[in-house]
């Protein structure tokens, strides 16, 4: 992998969550984070993401913070730096619709309005997450799937779509790993074809009375397009659960009290 060329990481959510997009390119590597949130739920996580991903989210490139939001109370009180830079962008939609799908096409305009052609690499993350050691280009990929945190180390009662009507269904016997929705990343274009997959799933259950979650959806999708890099649990650990002996350093905790 040519890392002389631009790289650009995405990490977004709306409303709820946080849009981040991180752009590295020559002479000057530059990475672009960008978010999306609504203050009622987000502003309690926001300031301990920003301050922690400053520290630990590919360091020592220059960040630039796009804040698109519906709605902004304040933003966090964070030490200038000359690597980091803040910008709030408006942003409209369904306050209380579905926030997955909300995300998701809002997400995929963003990719093929401007996206496609600015960045190499994208990530979407959740806010409630704390980087407590390095977050760097180990995580970059063509398609990007973490493993979930409490699911990888089961076998059995994984929680997949079992009904055999549902566009997300993964039939009994067959699946591999659980995967936490709450990290995608990838090249654009492969974020977008798995955003295009889900939208798909919805509409398709929709018409026939089902409502099947994201994070099913997202397990059907890459059970079916097998992602090219795994993240181990330890990117995206749960601070609700102990983290075992196979796991000897946390790169990021996801905050529990973070309801779906």
């Not at 890459?222 to 102990?242: D, G, I, M, Q």
């Amino acid at each position: 992998m040519n890392f002389k060329r631009k790289i650009v990481v995405l990490v977004s959510c709306v409303f709820s969550f946080l849009l981040l997009e991180h752009r590295l390119r020559p002479p000057v590597e530059e990475l672009r984070l960008s978010d999306w949130f609504h203050p009622g739920t987000a502003d309690q996580y926001l300031e301990m993401f920003m301050r922690s991903a400053n520290k630990h989210f590919m360091s020592g490139y220059r960040v630039v913070f796009y804040i698109m939001v519906d709605a902004l109370s304040r933003l966090p009180d964070l030490e200038p730096d000359p690597l980091r830079t803040f910008k709030v962008l408006p942003i409209k939609g369904d306050r209380w619709g579905d926030f997955h799908l909300t995300h998701m096409s809002s997400l995929a305009e963003h990719i093929l309005g401007h996206i496609e052609d600015e960045v190499d690499f994208l990530f979407s993350m959740t806010v409630n997450r704390v980087f407590q050691n390095d977050f760097g280009v180990e995580t970059l990929g063509a398609s990007v799937a973490q493993l979930h945190a409490w699911w990888y180390f089961k076998n059995k009662d994984i929680p997949y779509e079992r009904r055999p009507k549902s566009a997300a269904c993964i039939p009994f016997g067959q699946g591999d790993f659980y995967y936490d929705g709450s990290v995608i990343g990838g090249r654009p274009l492969e974020v977008l074809t798995l955003i295009e997959g889900y939208l798909q799933g919805v509409t398709h259950d929709h018409k026939n009375g089902l409502n099947s979650t994201y994070e099913r959806h997202l397990n059907k999708y890459f059970f079916t397009h097998k992602p090219t890099k795994l993240l181990s649990p330890e990117y995206s650990w749960n601070t609700a659960l102990r983290p075992p002996a196979q796991v000897w350093s946390v790169k990021a905790t996801r905050l529990s009290r973070w309801y779906f």
